[in-house]
């Protein structure tokens, strides 16, 4: 069996954000990470992230991120520049000079050198090895692996957005919805053709998302790539049954 899938899937908690994607492409936002490299450290990168895992083995996952999705082909996430992440152990020397990358960011906020901007891209595609997973509104689960979830990441460069990193002042609402609305326009763009599977809760809400299909057919979906996708709707319960 293969430990890794043709496709990544992109998973969200509600209907809506599934909804949203399907009629208007992925929208980016910034995300809050904390990576330990000594001692925590909480920065925010704007990104979108997706996994690379089998429907055979992506149970657990959507006990983590939702039972709502969307997969694509690995040929897509190649041609739109997306990259595995980097999973650092803490207290290893890569950990230590990735740390002191931040620092200098910190130093010189956005007057960096071009080199020291392809040094902090590093930086946005990494993640611990391990850690607590910490999600708001639920459980935090210790020494999580989040190498298990075999993340693909698409983050923006300098280009489309102004703001490649920002640290702890990120966390007040206000400052969130701030960088957020800064690059409400950008957008990570996909084709019908593109899609392997569509995720959804239940059978129930089948005639509810072709329904979104056909509505957005004059922009984005043919009739035939309607018809073709009604075969790729899966449901969570089918994957947590029947795979």
Partial sequence: MALSSNSIIHFTRRKSYLRGILEDNFK?????????????????????SFCDIPLSQVKDHIGSYGCYGIGLTKEWAIKQKLNPVLYLQAGSHLAESLSRVLLEYRKNGQDLSGEDEHM??????SKNYQGDLCRAGHRTIPNYRFSDEREWRYVPTKSQVKTLLLGSQYMSQEKKAAANAAMSSVRLTFEPDDIRYIIIETEEEIGYFLDVLRKAKGKNYSAHSIERLSTRI???????TDF
């Fill in 234 to 240: 899966l449901t969570a319960d089918q994957i947590m």
């Fill in 120 to 125: 902090l891209n590093i930086l946005r595609y």
């Fill in 28 to 48: 980016l936002k910034f995300c809050s990470e904390s990576i330990t490299f000594n001692d925590p450290v909480n920065f925010a990168v704007p990104m979108v």
